[in-house]
C-alpha cells in the first residue's frame, strides 16, 4: 500500500507539479527532468506497441530471448509500472508470464545461455515484492540455487555460457553477480562464499590501470571495466584500491560519440558511474541523456546492432537511474 501511494504521490507530481520538489531526480534542471521522463515513456510506450501477445518481442531473434524480456521488465518496473498497477500493467504481465514459461521447472534454468538466466534472474528479484504474485517467489529461488549450483562446479569461480561451463567470463560472471545481488536483497538466501568467489574471480581479470579483461587482466574495454567497478561496489569494497583504480579507469575511458551507440556499455556504465559519485554520475548522465534524445527514433525506439528491442531496453536503462525506483538502483 504504501509503494502504491508513493506511486499516486508520484503520478500528481508529474501531473500537477513536473516532478518538482522530488528526490527521484538528482538534477535541479525542472525541464531537464520533464525531458528525461518524456524520452523514457516514448521509449515504454515503443515496447508495449511492439510487444506480442505472448509477451515477447520480434523484431529480432534477441526480442524473444528471455535476457532480453527481463530486461523490458526491468525497464517497465524502474518507472513504477508493474504486472498490477500502471498504464503498462498488461504489457508487465505478458512479459513476466513469458519468462517464467521459458524457466525449466525442475533445473530453474531460464533460456539457453547463462547470459538469458543472468537477467531474468534479475528481473524476477526486482518483480519479487513488487507483485502479488506467487508463482515468483519459488521461481527466483530455483533461479537463484541454478546460478549458486553452476558456480560451485566451475573451475574458475565464476560462470561462462552454459551452467556446465568449466572456463569463466567477466560479462557472463557480472550478470550472475549482479542477479545474486538482487536476489539477496529480495530476502533470498545467497552464499557469502557465491559472492567472494566471483569477486575473486573479477579481480583476477583487473589490471594494474584498474580496467577488466574478458578472460584475464588483458584486454580491458569500458563495458567489462563498468561491470568490475558495479560488482565491487555492489560488494561494498568501495575503500579498496581495487575500485579506487577502477573508478579511475571509468574517469578516463567513459567518452562518448560513438561509444553512445554501443548500449550494452552504456547500461552498465550508467550504473558503475551512478555509484561512483554523484559529481561523475550528474556529468555523465546529463551527456548521456542528450545523445540518446538525439538519437530516439519518432516511434521511441533505438536501433542497434542486436535489434530495437534490445537497444531500446538498454538504452531506458542506462536512464533508469534518474528513478531510483528499483532496489538494485539504490547507492
Same mark, same amino acid.
Given at each position: 500500500?504504501?509503494?502504491?501511494?508513493?506511486?499516486?504521490?508520484?503520478?500528481?507530481?508529474?501531473?500537477?507539479?513536473?516532478?518538482?520538489?522530488?528526490?527521484?531526480?538528482?538534477?535541479?534542471?525542472?525541464?531537464?527532468?520533464?525531458?528525461?521522463?518524456?524520452?523514457?515513456?516514448?521509449?515504454?510506450?515503443?515496447?508495449?506497441?511492439?510487444?506480442?501477445?505472448?509477451?515477447?518481442?520480434?523484431?529480432?531473434?534477441?526480442?524473444?530471448?528471455?535476457?532480453?524480456?527481463?530486461?523490458?521488465?526491468?525497464?517497465?518496473?524502474?518507472?513504477?509500472?508493474?504486472?498490477?498497477?500502471?498504464?503498462?500493467?498488461?504489457?508487465?504481465?505478458?512479459?513476466?508470464?513469458?519468462?517464467?514459461?521459458?524457466?525449466?521447472?525442475?533445473?530453474?534454468?531460464?533460456?539457453?545461455?547463462?547470459?538469458?538466466?543472468?537477467?531474468?534472474?534479475?528481473?524476477?528479484?526486482?518483480?519479487?515484492?513488487?507483485?502479488?504474485?506467487?508463482?515468483?517467489?519459488?521461481?527466483?529461488?530455483?533461479?537463484?540455487?541454478?546460478?549458486?549450483?553452476?558456480?560451485?562446479?566451475?573451475?574458475?569461480?565464476?560462470?561462462?555460457?552454459? +551452467?556446465? @561451463?568449466?572456463?569463466?567470463?567477466?560479462?557472463? &560472471?557480472? /550478470?550472475?553477480?549482479?542477479?545474486?545481488? !538482487?536476489? %539477496? $536483497?529480495?530476502?533470498?538466501?545467497?552464499?557469502?562464499?557465491?559472492?567472494?568467489?566471483?569477486?575473486?574471480?573479477?579481480?583476477?581479470?583487473?589490471?594494474?590501470?584498474?580496467?577488466?579483461?574478458?578472460?584475464?587482466?588483458?584486454?580491458?574495454?569500458? +563495458?567489462? @571495466?563498468?561491470?568490475?567497478?558495479?560488482?565491487? &561496489?555492489? /560488494?561494498?569494497?568501495?575503500?579498496?584500491? !581495487?575500485? %579506487? $583504480?577502477?573508478?579511475?579507469?571509468?574517469?578516463?575511458?567513459?567518452?562518448?560519440?560513438?561509444?553512445?551507440?554501443?548500449?550494452?556499455?552504456?547500461?552498465?556504465?550508467?550504473?558503475?558511474?551512478?555509484?561512483?559519485?554523484?559529481?561523475?554520475?550528474?556529468?555523465?548522465?546529463?551527456?548521456?541523456?542528450?545523445?540518446?534524445?538525439?538519437?530516439?527514433?519518432?516511434?521511441?525506439?533505438?536501433?542497434? $546492432?542486436?535489434?530495437?528491442?534490445?537497444?531500446?531496453?538498454?538504452?531506458?536503462?542506462?536512464?533508469?537511474?534518474?528513478?531510483?525506483?528499483?532496489?538494485?538502483?539504490?547507492?
Amino acid at each position: 500500500m504504501k509503494r502504491k501511494l508513493s506511486l499516486l504521490l508520484l503520478i500528481y507530481s508529474s501531473l500537477f507539479c513536473p516532478l518538482v520538489g522530488q528526490d527521484l531526480f538528482e538534477q535541479s534542471n525542472d525541464l531537464l527532468v520533464r525531458e528525461i521522463d518524456e524520452t523514457y515513456r516514448k521509449g515504454l510506450e515503443f515496447l508495449a506497441e511492439s510487444q506480442e501477445e505472448r509477451g515477447y518481442w520480434t523484431d529480432s531473434s534477441y526480442g524473444s530471448q528471455p535476457g532480453v524480456v527481463g530486461m523490458a521488465i526491468l525497464a517497465f518496473l524502474a518507472r513504477g509500472d508493474d504486472p498490477e498497477f500502471g498504464p503498462y500493467r498488461i504489457h508487465v504481465k505478458r512479459a513476466m508470464d513469458a519468462l517464467l514459461k521459458d524457466q525449466n521447472q525442475k533445473t530453474g534454468y531460464i533460456g539457453n545461455s547463462m547470459y538469458n538466466h543472468g537477467f531474468a534472474t534479475l528481473a524476477l528479484a526486482e518483480a519479487y515484492g513488487l507483485t502479488n504474485d506467487l508463482r515468483l517467489g519459488p521461481a527466483l529461488e530455483k533461479a537463484t540455487k541454478l546460478i549458486i549450483s553452476s558456480q560451485k562446479s566451475n573451475s574458475k569461480g565464476g560462470w561462462r555460457y552454459s +551452467p556446465e @561451463s568449466q572456463d569463466a567470463d567477466t560479462t557472463v &560472471s557480472g /550478470a550472475q553477480l549482479v542477479a545474486l545481488f !538482487a536476489a %539477496r $536483497n529480495a530476502g533470498i538466501k545467497v552464499p557469502e562464499e557465491s559472492i567472494d568467489k566471483g569477486k575473486a574471480f573479477l579481480l583476477s581479470c583487473q589490471d594494474s590501470n584498474g580496467g577488466f579483461g574478458y578472460t584475464t587482466a588483458s584486454g580491458a574495454n569500458l +563495458p567489462r @571495466s563498468a561491470i568490475g567497478s558495479l560488482i565491487l &561496489s555492489l /560488494a561494498k569494497d568501495t575503500n579498496t584500491d !581495487a575500485y %579506487r $583504480n577502477s573508478v579511475d579507469y571509468l574517469k578516463k575511458n567513459s567518452p562518448f560519440g560513438d561509444q553512445g551507440h554501443k548500449y550494452y556499455s552504456l547500461y552498465y556504465t550508467s550504473q558503475a558511474m551512478f555509484r561512483a559519485s554523484p559529481s561523475m554520475w550528474n556529468s555523465w548522465n546529463s551527456q548521456n541523456f542528450k545523445l540518446l534524445q538525439s538519437t530516439q527514433t519518432e516511434n521511441g525506439s533505438w536501433n542497434g $546492432n542486436y535489434g530495437k528491442t534490445f537497444a531500446t531496453t538498454a538504452a531506458l536503462l542506462s536512464l533508469a537511474l534518474n528513478y531510483r525506483y528499483l532496489p538494485i538502483y539504490e547507492r
